[in-house]
């Protein structure tokens, strides 16, 4: 089945930095790949996504990359604040099998 | 519009027993995935049910298994409960079959084995 891999583990920056993380997968057929925003002690909450035809969407301070050959695709979050503190999931998915990133902690030093 | 509703909230069971998790998908989702999330794992794979099927399966043992009923609402059963299986457990709904589609999760249940 899919692996995908996440990294770091944590990230630790300055309020106003921009703060990337990273993601591989490991199955070609994989066509849609979110990024997940989970609080202390909240649900996963979509915060982006990009589907396979596309290879870099924007929405505000949150941008995603994908290269497909390299079967990699980032998050960055520009102009990081205190209230984008959370642990970030990646994943990838073919027929609404979703498989998840193991998470990278962010914490965003005011 | 509702979101996703799981119950209980919060368990605990003691080590051989069994125990029934209910997920309750957003009105007209027709998918619903299980995941089991515990520290330093992320989010794990349990299986994704849709229309009553089990579409996908991840590499979890027989003593986990799901069902789905007619009005989308899905269960998952674990039995002979272990002490590693402490966790919470995760549903996500999503509107149809398609893999391109936002999948919302509930609250979770946790889970305690002692």
């Known amino acids: 089945g899919e692996n995908v891999e996440q990294h770091p583990s944590t990230l630790s920056v300055q309020e106003g930095d921009s703060a990337v993380i990273k993601c591989t997968y490991s199955d070609s057929a994989s066509n849609y790949f979110p990024w997940y925003k989970q609080e202390l002690g909240k649900r996963p909450q979509l915060i982006i996504d990009?589907?396979?035809?596309?290879g870099e969407k924007k929405d505000q301070r949150i941008a995603v990359t994908l290269n497909k050959t390299a079967k990699h695709f980032s998050l960055h979050i520009t102009e990081t604040q205190p209230e984008d503190s959370a642990v970030y999931f990646c994943?990838?998915?073919?027929?609404?099998?979703?498989?998840f990133g193991a998470g990278t902690r962010l914490t965003v030093k005011p | 519009k509702a979101g996703v509703t799981q119950t209980p909230r919060y368990l605990i069971k003691t080590r051989g027993q069994q125990v029934t998790l209910s997920c309750s998908p957003i009105s007209g989702h027709r998918s619903v995935s299980w995941y089991q999330q515990t520290p330093g794992q992320g989010l794990q794979f349990l299986f994704e049910?849709?229309?009553?099927?089990?579409?996908n399966k991840g590499n979890f043992p027989g003593r986990f298994s799901g069902r789905q009923f007619s009005n989308s609402r899905s269960e998952m059963n674990v039995s002979t409960l272990e002490l590693g299986d402490s966790a919470l457990y995760l549903c996500?709904?999503?509107?149809?079959?398609?893999?391109?589609?936002?999948?919302?999760f509930g609250q979770g249940t946790r889970l305690t084995v002692v």
């Open positions: 990009i589907r396979s035809n596309v």
């Open positions: 049910y849709f229309s009553e099927t089990q579409r």
């Open positions: 994943a990838a998915s073919k027929n609404n099998d979703m498989r």
């Open positions: 996500a709904s999503s509107s149809h079959g398609a893999s391109n589609t936002e999948a919302f």
